[in-house]
């Protein structure tokens, strides 16, 4: 279901704005928060809300939010697996 993946990597450059990077520059194991790609604390919010918005599935664990958000491949899987 590597089409979830792609998906993912679109709502994420809209829901954050991240201009100056396209989707296919993002691997699906680049670090989404760190050197690679760059995210902070703000943006780990906007990922909660696209989460909840778009696959209605809410975190409601925040030490779980690091395991999720590590990367496209692990935020996909852990939708497949809540779905």
């Known amino acids: 279901m590597s089409n979830l993946r792609e998906e993912l ?6 829901q ?3 201009e100056d990077i396209s989707a ?3 691997d699906n194991n ?3 928060f760190g050197d690679e790609i760059g995210l902070d604390s703000i943006d ?4 909660i809300v696209l989460l909840e918005k778009d696959y209605g ?3 409601t664990d925040p030490k779980k939010g690091k395991e ?6 692990t935020l996909a899987t852990f939708i497949e697996n809540n779905q």
């Open 30 to 32: 680049d670090e989404l």
């Open 57 to 59: 599935i809410k975190l």
């Open 9 to 14: 990597k679109v709502k994420i450059i809209e």
């Open 16 to 18: 954050l704005n991240l």
């Open 24 to 26: 296919e520059e993002i």
């Open 68 to 73: 999720v958000f590590y990367s496209v491949e």
């Open 44 to 47: 780990a919010l906007e990922l």
